[in-house]
């Protein structure tokens, strides 16, 4: 069966006025990412569509697996990209991810979570019979006035002409296609683009449920929505705690290239006086894997990754990291989200912090959050003889 229609969700943006550290796509609602459930519609079509997702670049290993784990076995009709720097740039790089096929183009954002699957087949449905764009809309209930731009009223707009447009807004691929290669601005939506270039665009009634996450009073509104209709499965935590040493400096071996390279929060910091251990000694990853194991109900680093266990001799963080996941799934469980607290005089960890829970999303798949803090000079850490890491996680029943 050819494939004629694609849609292009737009997750890319930063979100910071819902207040999150990460993107707004990958914060979670009611136990799952607002991307995953901005894709249940799509995988609820009838027909088969190709998907295109754009991702953030920080966040984009996060956002893949988001993506994957939501589409299963459909994870083949899918492409994920990485977007730009404004929404624009974001849908012309969905743009260039396009088969040759596809005749009909739709843009959604991810942000609309809860956007009905009838929403997306009339669109579908607009664009083939009518041959225009074609997006959703709802009558504006609210009385309208426009200003001087310096607060003063000036006018009262007639509200019968106005409509307030959601996602998806369809289009025929090549008017798209030909209105993004000749823009010459920035617009609000794909269909103002669209319009700009001379082509008409048409509205259909949209839908309530298709209101977009925004802020924080919105997060709790969707949530409030999904609660009557998904059963809650309760979720398990666990704790993790992990503590290692610095190397005696061996003067002679640091002068010849020879010393240990410090490995902290998945990352190599070449600078650093490495840690003692078996493996690598990154107390974070560590702390990580027994707080997940813990969670599950699958004992300890300790019992699972025994320091008898020749495979694991200089092993790096990612190694523990990614065999973990692989248990906690096959106990039948979800990674949540998992919180770290670091414990060190040295390094200096902020400057790092971003690329750290970047690295450590990754490979969990799942959001992880990584703090620093000092103890003003107390105990083994403060005289900077070591780090010690604390970590809980949060799993989910599948």
């Avoid at 998907?51 to 784990?69: G, T």
């Avoid at 209101?211 to 666990?238: C, H, M, N, S």
């Avoid at 490495?274 to 004992?299: F, K, P, Q, R, T």
């Avoid at 750290?356 to 969990?364: M, Q, R, T």
Wanted: proline share 5%; net charge negative; charged share 20%.
């Amino acid at each position: 069966m050819t494939v004629s229609v694609a849609v292009i969700v737009v997750a890319a943006g930063s979100g910071s006025r819902l207040g999150y550290s990460l993107p707004k796509a990958l914060v979670g609602l009611v136990q799952r990412p607002i991307l995953s459930r901005s894709l249940d519609p799509i995988f609820a079509l009838e027909r088969e569509v190709q998907l295109v997702v754009v991702v953030p670049r920080q966040h984009s290993a996060l956002a893949e697996q988001i993506v994957r784990d939501t589409a299963g076995r459909a994870s083949t009709s899918c492409t994920v990209v990485v977007g730009g720097s404004s929404r624009q740039e974001s849908v012309a790089a969905g743009l260039a991810a396009l088969t040759p096929g596809i005749e009909v183009v739709l843009v959604h954002d991810a942000a609309r979570a809860l956007t009905p699957v009838a929403q997306f087949e009339a669109i579908i449905d607009a664009v083939e019979t009518t041959g225009l764009a074609a997006i959703p809309g709802l009558p504006v209930s609210d009385t309208i006035k426009r200003t001087d731009g310096f607060g003063k009223a000036v006018a009262t707009v007639d509200r019968s002409e106005l409509s307030a447009v959601q996602t998806p807004q369809g289009f025929p691929r090549a008017q798209l296609e030909a209105a993004y290669s000749g823009a010459s601005g920035d617009f609000t939506d794909d269909a103002a683009l669209v319009a700009a270039a001379g082509h008409d665009v048409t509205i259909i009634h949209g839908d309530p449920l298709a209101f977009k996450i925004t802020t924080p009073w919105d997060l709790r509104r969707a949530e409030q929505l999904l609660a009557a209709t998904v059963p809650v499965a309760l979720p398990r935590t666990g704790l993790g705690v992990d503590a290692h040493a610095f190397v005696a400096v061996d003067a002679a071996a640091a002068a010849a290239g020879g010393a240990k390279v410090l490995w902290l929060a998945g990352l190599p910091w070449p600078d650093e006086t490495a840690l003692e251990g078996h493996s690598d000694g990154d107390a974070v990853a560590h702390a990580i894997c027994d707080a997940l194991l813990s969670a599950g109900g699958l004992g300890d680093i300790g019992s699972v990754f025994g320091t008898s266990d020749p495979r694991f001799d200089g092993a790096h963080g990612d190694v523990f990291l990614t065999e973990t996941v692989r248990l906690v799934t096959e106990a039948g469980f979800r990674i949540g989200n998992v919180s770290v607290q670091l414990i060190a005089a040295r390094p200096r960890f902020s400057p790092r912090r971003a690329e750290a829970e970047a690295v450590l999303s990754g490979i969990l798949g799942a959001p992880v959050s990584v703090s620093a803090t000092t103890t003003d000079g107390l105990g083994f850490t403060g005289r900077a003889e070591g780090v010690m890491a604390i970590a809980t996680a949060l799993v989910y029943p599948r």
